[in-house]
């Protein structure tokens, strides 16, 4: 018996209303009507969901609650026949099938339906060949070393076309576009059970990038576009280099449509495939207005102005203007890319920032240069220096400080989705320091590490870690440090349960005044609840300072809801106080994923 690339039976899904609707018909039926109930004995897992939808009643076997016998005959003489069709994708060719119609109450019958697999057809074959210079590919022969059958195995057509498909992408993927299979069999011989199976693959030429043409977006400079393209002429014909370059383009907020071609048919002797990008770039001078709410801010209005092609040369330029009960923000800010990679910038910006809340209140004015530069997928790295000069109120202190603050930073993250995330994880770290006689009023050294991972679990489930630490090394006493550079506690992105940044160490008349040192963790778990919300219960603690003293946690517990939106996730929690002997609750209202 011979067979080419046999599949499973597949079946059309059923809107679930309209499915329940249709099983109260078929099975329950109205007071005083005929009723049939099919059971299936002998089967589990894929076996038994494949012959159940195979056998599943047809709805017109019961008409104006009588059961249509004649109909029902036939059906039966059938079932043995297609419960064997239904089983051979798994390997089973001589299935036995008892069929039973028991009457359990007047009107109320049970058909049973008794299935015996018999023996399974094993391979005794399983021939796979790469021809042509693929076969030195190590993802090729990777895709083939993890086909899912081997000598011995239970045929199973679902795997064969699963490990078919993996060969030929794994071939394409790395540049073999016209890949193609010039042998794809599947010999069974069901008196023996035994089967072969037989794959070969042609794998052609290995085809590289050529030059890049571009339409559209004629405004920006080709120099600036070659900024989001992650392959050069003359590079393998990678496919995560194709979809790289396709995200870059669309993650850049610049273009409403991007559509990359291939031209294979117009390779060059050398086999380099011109590609065409087609861009429709969007306006470059955009005005936005929102609301938000955040524990840091209160109510706030947001506004912000941008114009992403200055020159025409591809620089942008951003005012963001927060205006919140507890905070202020008015920052303008210049990007002046480098052609070199699209993460590769020049930012230069200025601003005047105000924060006030029950433990402190301060005002600053600063002026940053940052360099950032590309350090691999998803890793970028960047120099700065921060000048600064701030007034603040703590406690009964009042000072101001200067701060020439240069640093380095690091960021490396991997999410399935930046806006809302179901998988991967983020962290940065970062180094900052001043010098007292280097236009600082104080010297320090400040350390910064923070992280969090998003893992699936089971079902819908999903696990959340967050992970946050920080460390100072002074010279000066606590009171000469700007509170924007201590350390606190409390807060939705912090411990939940308490007020944003109100717990600390505190000083002689025991008003919190921040610490040198941070640590601070969160573990949630989340149940999807619907394709836009999901539930979640959550555990964070933390503390806010000085080493060698007394170090005290505190811990907050709860649960939320989260709705997921075009712009990340609302978050609705409400936590308690741990540990504490009058402990209260709090509301903690937010939106977006902290990235």
Request: charged share 25%; aromatic share 12%.
């Amino acid at each position: 018996m011979h067979c080419k690339d046999v599949l499973l039976k597949t079946h059309r899904l059923v809107n679930p209303l309209m499915m329940a609707i249709l099983l109260l018909l078929i099975f329950t039926g109205p007071a005083g009507g005929e009723t049939i109930k099919l059971n299936i004995e002998g089967l589990k897992g894929e076996e038994f969901k494949n012959v159940q939808a195979t056998l599943e009643l047809p709805i017109g076997i019961i008409k104006e609650d009588l059961i249509n016998w004649r109909w029902l005959g036939h059906y039966q003489k059938q079932i043995p026949e297609q419960v064997s069709k239904a089983l051979e994708p798994f390997g089973y060719f001589h299935s036995r099938s008892e069929v039973e119609l028991k009457e359990k109450s007047e009107g109320d019958y049970l058909l049973a339906v008794r299935v015996n697999k018999g023996r399974p057809v094993v391979l005794t074959k399983v021939d796979i060949a790469i021809e042509g210079t693929a076969k030195k590919n190590r993802q090729v022969a990777r895709a083939v070393r993890d086909f899912p059958l081997k000598i011995g195995d239970i045929l199973r057509q679902d795997y064969y076309t699963q490990g078919k498909h993996a060969i030929r992408n794994a071939a394409v993927n790395q540049g073999f576009l016209k890949a193609g299979f010039s042998r794809h069999e599947i010999r069974i011989f069901p008196e023996k059970n035994q089967a072969e199976i037989e794959l070969h693959l042609a794998s052609g030429q290995q085809y590289s990038f050529g030059e890049v043409t571009f339409n559209g977006a004629e405004k920006y400079p080709r120099d600036f576009l070659l900024r989001y393209v992650d392959f050069k002429p003359g590079n393998i014909y990678l496919s995560p280099k194709w979809d790289r370059t396709r995200a870059n383009f669309q993650n850049a907020n610049r273009f409403s449509d991007v559509v990359l071609i291939a031209k294979i048919e117009e390779a060059d002797e050398n086999s380099r495939v011109p590609i065409e990008i087609n861009l429709t770039a969007l306006p470059s001078k955009r005005w936005r207005n929102g609301i938000g709410y955040g524990d840091s801010t209160g109510p706030r209005l947001l506004s912000n102005y941008q114009d992403v092609n200055i020159f025409g040369a591809g620089h942008e330029f951003n005012t963001d203007i927060t205006l919140g009960e507890k905070y202020q923000l008015v920052e303008l800010r210049y990007t002046i890319p480098e052609y070199t990679h699209v993460k590769n910038a020049h930012v230069l910006s200025t601003g005047i920032e105000r924060e006030e809340n029950d433990i402190y209140q301060s005002t600053s004015g600063f002026v940053e240069w940052e360099k950032m530069f590309f350090l691999g997928s998803g890793k970028v790295g960047s120099f700065y220096t921060r000048y600064a000069q701030e007034s603040f109120e703590i406690s009964d202190q009042e000072n101001t400080s200067r701060l020439l603050l240069p640093g380095i930073r690091y960021i490396q993250r991997s999410y399935n989705d930046p806006v809302n995330p179901r998988k991967g994880y983020q962290f940065r770290l970062e180094l900052r320091g001043a010098e007292e006689h280097l236009l600082s009023d104080v010297s320090l050294l400040q350390g910064l590490a923070a992280g969090n991972t998003f893992w699936p679990l089971f079902e819908k489930f999903s696990l959340f870690l967050r992970l946050e630490a920080g460390y100072t090394i002074k010279n000066d006493a606590i009171a000469e440090i700007p509170t924007s550079l201590r350390f606190f506690v409390g807060g939705d992105n912090s411990v939940r349960g308490y007020a944003y940044n109100s717990e600390g160490p505190r000083d002689e008349n025991g008003e919190v005044v921040g610490g040198e040192a941070l640590l601070v963790g969160s573990l949630e778990v989340e149940r999807e609840m619907g394709e836009r919300w999901g539930l979640a219960a959550f555990y964070d603690i933390g503390s806010a300072f000085n080493p060698g003293n007394d170090t005290r946690f505190i811990q907050g517990a709860g649960a939320g809801i989260r709705i997921y939106t075009p712009v990340g996730p609302l978050k609705m929690d409400i936590a308690r106080q741990i540990g504490e002997d009058d402990p209260s609750y709090r509301f903690h209202l937010s939106i977006g994923f902290d990235l």
